[in-house]
């Protein structure tokens, strides 16, 4: 069963298309954190830790994910933001390639992946670049100089989606390791890790895993590899034996090496209770939902919306589970939107951006929120001045 929507308290009228973005409030969540708020923190207190298990949370959870993505038990955790994770995985990876100096990326990754890489490469201040090529470039970019690709496999502004499979496959023929970001991947496509034999990967969880706001990120390390990556930022619930007190450093075993500090337990329960929704879900029917309410959207827009132009791929295979399209006016139009409760959001410079997640949109909810689209371009209700100025967050 992939539509689930009375798991979710979605607000009455709304019509919710970014889920791409941050996920809605699973009903499972509110329960959950007030009563671990209540039941634990309140009053075991310090005694969580071990009473509730809130220290063997960031693996147990990031088994739960890791079911979602292909990765096998043990293999990835939760923690942090996915820019530190961002930091972890290629600090990690340039060090199984000690000869080489180039990490690769393309212009359609979302820029926090970037700026990460180029303050790394300050840091350590020893001759290594960023090469940043367009999206349909980096197969032919990858030669023997690169030590590593890191990609984000669906693009966040037009959902053109990266060949898994065969790109790891070409960075793996070059002798580069392999890093892909599954920001808008993970909870939305199938997704197999082990299969594609990719070295490491990593995600957030406020997007279509639906954790809230704030929820921690998730990495993989492919197994063989668990017990002999350097962690750069070594952390003492990464070490050995937190609770010895070692002056000094000595990385736990496999994966929880890429622990690095105290886990966010509010933010854990939140995250747990919504990956609820998820037992029963088969990825490839949920693929297929979202193919089909994708397809239906685009050509009733199409057919009834001349003003915008599609800026996604057409060849569904090719798209993950958004849609875009330009017009030059995205970003009032959006807000003209959003004020008749079709929600969703807009990108730099003329995207307006749609995610679609069957697990809460159905094909009622499309042809509505087309039809308010319609409206919006074809009474011009964008023109207003009250739409033109841009908020912090768009
Ligand atoms: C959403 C997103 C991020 C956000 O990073 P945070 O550290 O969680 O703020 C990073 N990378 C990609 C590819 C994203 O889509």
Known sequence: MVLQKDFFDLPAGMIYLDGNSLGPLPKTVKDRVAAMIQDEWGTQLIKGWNTSGWMAQPSRIGDAIGRLIGAPQGTVVIGDTLSIKVFQAVAAAIKMRPDRRVILSDSGNFPTDLYMVEGLIKALDSGYELRVVA??????????????????????????????????????????????????????????????????????????????????????????????????????????????????????????RMRVGTPPVLQMAALDAALAVWEGVDMA??????????????????????????????????????????????????????????????????????????????????????????????????????????????
Not at 225 to 252: C, I, Q
Not at 344 to 368: K, N, Q, S, W
């Open 285 to 394: 029917e949920m693929r297929s939902a979202s193919i089909a309410l994708q397809e239906t959207f685009i050509h009733h827009v199409e057919s009834r919306v001349p003003q915008l132009t599609l800026a996604s791929p057409r060849d569904s295979a090719r798209r993950g589970s958004q849609v875009s399209f330009a017009f030059e006016n995205g970003y009032a139009a959006m807000q003209a939107l959003i004020a008749r409760g079709v929600i969703g959001d807009f990108r730099a410079p003329d995207i307006m951006r749609f995610g679609f997640t069957p697990l809460y949109i159905d094909e009622a909810d499309v042809i509505a929120a087309v039809d308010h689209i319609e409206v919006v371009m074809k009474d011009r209700l964008w023109d207003d001045p009250k739409y033109l100025t841009r908020q912090r967050v768009t």
């Open 135 to 256: 999206p349909e470039d980096v197969a032919s970019a990858i030669d023997d100089t690169v030590a590593v690709v890191m990609l984000t496999e669906v693009d966040y502004r037009t959902g053109r989606m990266h060949e898994m499979g065969s790109m790891t496959k070409t960075a793996h023929e070059a002798g580069a390791v392999m890093i892909w970001d599954l920001a808008h991947s993970a909870g939305a496509v199938p997704v197999d890790l082990e299969a594609s034999g990719c070295e490491f990967a990593i995600g957030c969880t406020y997007k279509y895993l639906n954790g809230g706001p704030g929820a921690p990120a998730f990495i993989y390390v492919r197994k063989d590899l668990a017990d002999d990556v350097e962690p750069a930022l070594a952390g003492w619930l990464g070490h050995d034996a937190p609770f010895a007190f070692d002056l000094k450093y000595r990385p736990a075993r496999g994966i929880e």
